[in-house]
């Protein structure tokens, strides 16, 4: 007799038999959708305002990524540890909003011109600058919803 082979589905949350379709949401994946678009535009708009000219800092990219790391602290602190759980929030908020305002692979591919461009102090000063300013703001953001109270 063979036993059933199962794969582990969101962090051990939910598990599924091998070959089976994981079930299908309209409503998250429309929540997702509707927060992706918020988030796209969100960052398209300040793109168009902000344009990166070549051997520059890209201030678009790194202000959309900032703000989604912020969003994103602020997000989560306060959905898992004060808010019901609720996927369509979640999915609208972090996975949609948060996960389409921010843009890792335009920072990669900024890093790789200003290094192609021979400009590593730039690269090395934009690369450590968005990655320790993210970490920051996250940190920052999760410490300020917990003590103003908003999370018991």
């Known amino acids: 007799m063979e ?7 969101d962090g051990g949350a939910a598990s599924a038999r091998v070959g089976r379709r ?4 309209a409503r998250e994946l429309g ?3 509707l927060g992706g ?29 900032i703000a989604a790391a ?3 602290g602020y997000l989560v602190t306060r959905m898992q540890e004060r808010l019901p759980p609720d996927a369509y929030r979640r999915s ?9 305002l ?12 200003m ?22 703001v996250v940190f920052v953001a999760t410490k300020l919803v917990r003590r103003a109270g908003l999370v018991r």
């Open 22 to 25: 994981p079930a299908f949401d």
């Open 102 to 113: 921010s843009t890792f692979s335009t920072m990669m591919v900024e890093l790789l011109r």
């Open 37 to 65: 678009a918020a988030g796209a535009l969100a960052r398209a708009g300040l793109v168009e305002a902000l344009p990166a000219r070549p051997g520059t800092w890209p201030w678009a990219t790194f202000i959309v990524n």
């Open 3 to 9: 036993r059933d082979k199962t794969t582990v589905i």
């Open 115 to 136: 290094i192609d461009e021979g400009r590593w102090g730039l690269a090395l000063g934009y690369g450590a600058t968005s990655i320790g300013g993210g970490l920051t």
């Open 70 to 72: 912020g969003l994103l």
């Open 92 to 100: 609208l908020l972090g996975t949609g909003l948060c996960g389409a």
């Open 31 to 33: 929540a997702i959708f």
